[in-house]
């Protein structure tokens, strides 16, 4: 529900008018009239005039349960606090508001204010208010709609005040942020690449346009523009950061931790630095320092849940009895950050698996999945609808008429399915051949199908899958050379290579009509073994549907359905793997899966866990171990808490 106009103006009159008392009873009066977030946060404004902390406090409590990342809230907490002279918690809220929200300048001088600010929260503070006190008025409320996910509203003001005030650099970069955060990335480089015209210089647009070409899978330019911004400002951090997650992003993984390390010499005490080395660490293999980093990345923020949990997702480490008790400790501080508790929760859920105390786990597991699902937009509604679509549109007929339109290459090996389903020791085995080379989960072809789709993110007409329907053999092409030509990049001297994206199987009549003679592996799973794994992994993005058991067994029951489709029209193309006969019958399969790959059998295939290669998947430590059967009924440990999910299951 929304707020009326006229009582959030009267309530906003009144308040400005110091009229505190009048404007609780108006309030109360008319709380029919306002959303339940606009209720708690006028109630607390005026609570907190009216010295009256401690109910201010709790009505912002209330407030967060509705949304709990709302930077508004965070900032009455932060001057609250500071009325309380609870200096700590007074920075804590003033950090967790301009998080959220950084349009919000009363925040960042409230962290001036604080004596307990380091001089580099200080630096940043100067630094947000010097760009708010220069923005136009309409683009600080373009920046505050943008935070508070109004972005209709945000497109709308910021389009208007470029239309009078056309080239504004500001205005332009807001939009390309808008751009972004409705997937028009095409929109958000030209913008981005107009205000380099005027400003060539601009270390903040040459990171926002770098960050855009990563997005737009333009990873060689992506590279390119990030040595050069790195020439130019080699001393400044947000540089040399933007340059290393570009080397990693590009495969360039020890010069991106050697960068990282370089960084540390100067920045010793920067947690989010250690992270980044102990993810880099974990993707060589290295285990030791992998933890090490990790470690010292919670001790210098003990709070930083990201931490716990990649410890957790390391899936070899234990955590002993006082960092169990810490976390417990920490998920129970109302103030903590939610995804923060999200981590930990996760972390506390293998914690106690290691231990067998299966109830506990569960219950963090669920925890955290539970805390999780708010911040998703997954719809199984629209996921199911799109299964339909792409079965009623990719016909047998369609893939005869359009037989070998599209480019010749034979090089692509993808490997999809549900994730957490055995991609990775497939990816393993293959890329240990001589022949193959491993990249990543590459996005590409999920970009190609929103590319395709145009501008379903603005509210208009889907065209993706329809227009399959009308796409010619030169553009179908076009459109596959594009893709084995933005997958160089990623490349090494192997004749094939292996796309990962387990997403891709929504995708695999797009990918036969632009690569008629591209391998599709599809990796299949016990469905119970599949989901669960699923929802006991928080995952660094994407895969949104395994927060919630229900949205786990209809997305499993669709996917089924899609590919039973896809071996339908395109009979004897895609050969399905268990990962039940993978294990229990190894030798035999990886050679099934070596001559549908047209490749000869190979020793290295079999001792795939030999293999010295990066892996950035959450299966990186299990890979370099050889095949063992001890989790393929892993899940019948938690068989009494998954009724959710037997229940929505169809196979």
Request: with cysteine; charged share 25%.
């Amino acid at each position: 529900m929304k707020s009326d106009t006229k009582v959030n103006n009267k309530i906003r009159e009144l308040i400005s008018s110091k009229e505190f008392k009048v404007s609780l009873n108006y309030i109360e009066s008319n709380k029919k009239k306002l959303s339940e977030l606009d209720y708690w946060f006028y109630l607390s404004v005026n609570l907190r005039y009216l010295e009256r902390y401690e109910e201010a406090l709790n009505s912002l409590s209330n407030l967060l349960k509705i949304n709990t990342t709302y930077g508004r809230a965070y900032q009455e907490f932060g001057h609250n606090y500071f009325k309380l002279n609870n200096k700590e918690l007074a920075l804590k809220a003033y950090l967790r508001a301009v998080k959220y929200n950084p349009s919000l300048q009363a925040s960042w001088l409230g962290i001036l204010g604080l004596e307990n600010a380091s001089e580099e929260i200080i630096k940043v503070a100067d630094k947000n208010i010097i760009y708010l006190k220069n923005l136009p008025p309409e683009l600080k409320s373009v920046l505050s709609f943008i935070h508070e996910g109004k972005l209709k509203k945000a497109d709308d003001l910021c389009r208007y005040y470029l239309q009078n005030t056309p080239h504004h650099i500001e205005g332009m970069k807001l939009l390309a942020t808008i751009c972004s955060e409705l997937h028009v990335y095409d929109d958000a480089e030209f913008l981005l690449e107009s205000c380099l015209e005027f400003d060539a210089n601009n270390l903040d647009t040459l990171i926002q346009y770098i960050n855009i070409l990563i997005k737009r899978q333009k990873y060689g330019q992506a590279l390119e523009f990030a040595e050069k911004m790195h020439q130019k400002f080699p001393n400044d951090i947000n540089a040399q950061i933007t340059y290393a997650v570009t080397l990693q992003q590009t495969d360039n993984q020890q010069d991106a931790l050697n960068l990282y390390k370089n960084i540390l010499n100067n920045n010793p005490s920067n947690y989010q630095l250690h992270l980044s080395c102990g993810h880099l660490y974990k993707n060589f293999g290295e285990i030791d320092n992998s933890i090490n980093a990790y470690k010292k990345s919670y001790k210098i923020n003990n709070f930083c849940g990201d931490a716990y949990w990649s410890l957790a997702n390391l899936k070899t480490y234990k955590f002993d009895d006082n960092e169990i008790i810490k976390l417990e400790e920490m998920v129970l501080d109302e103030y903590l950050d939610q995804e923060e508790k999200i981590y930990m929760h996760f972390a506390l859920g293998k914690a106690y698996e290691d231990i067998s105390d299966y109830k506990k786990s569960f219950n963090h597991y669920k925890q955290g999945n539970d805390l999780k699902l708010p911040y998703t937009k997954y719809k199984t509604k629209d996921f199911t609808n799109e299964c339909i679509n792409q079965i009623e549109i990719c016909t047998s007929d369609l893939f005869e008429v359009k037989n070998n339109w599209g480019h010749s290459s034979n090089e692509p090996i993808f490997i999809l399915g549900l994730p957490r389903v055995g991609s990775t020791l497939v990816e393993q085995i293959l890329a240990s051949h001589s022949k193959v080379d491993a990249t990543h989960e590459l996005p590409n072809i999920l970009a190609i199908s929103h590319k395709l789709n145009l501008r379903k993110a603005q509210n208009k007409e889907s065209r993706y899958p329809d227009i399959l329907l009308s796409l010619s053999a030169p553009q179908l092409k076009m459109i596959g050379e594009n893709y084995i030509n933005d997958s160089e990049v990623f490349r090494k001297d192997g004749v094939y290579f292996i796309d990962k994206m387990p997403n891709n199987f929504r995708h695999i009549g797009l990918i036969k009509l632009i690569l008629p003679n591209a391998k599709i592996i599809d990796i299949r799973r016990n469905s119970m073994s599949a989901c669960f794994s699923c929802y006991k992994q928080l995952f660094a993005e994407g895969q949104e549907f395994t927060y919630s058991l229900e949205r786990l067994g209809n997305y499993y029951n669709n996917y089924v359905d899609l590919m039973d489709h896809w071996n339908k029209v395109l009979p004897n193309q895609i050969l399905s793997v268990n990962y039940e006969d993978l294990i229990n019958n190894f030798e035999d399969t990886v050679k099934v899966i070596l001559d549908y790959c047209k490749l000869p059998f190979e020793d290295a295939c079999i001792e795939f866990y030999k293999s010295k290669r990066s892996v950035k998947t959450p299966s990186a430590q299990q890979v370099r171990q050889p095949i063992y059967t001890s989790g393929l009924d892993y899940w019948k440990n938690y068989d009494p808490y998954l009724d959710e999910l037997k229940k929505h299951l169809k196979y």
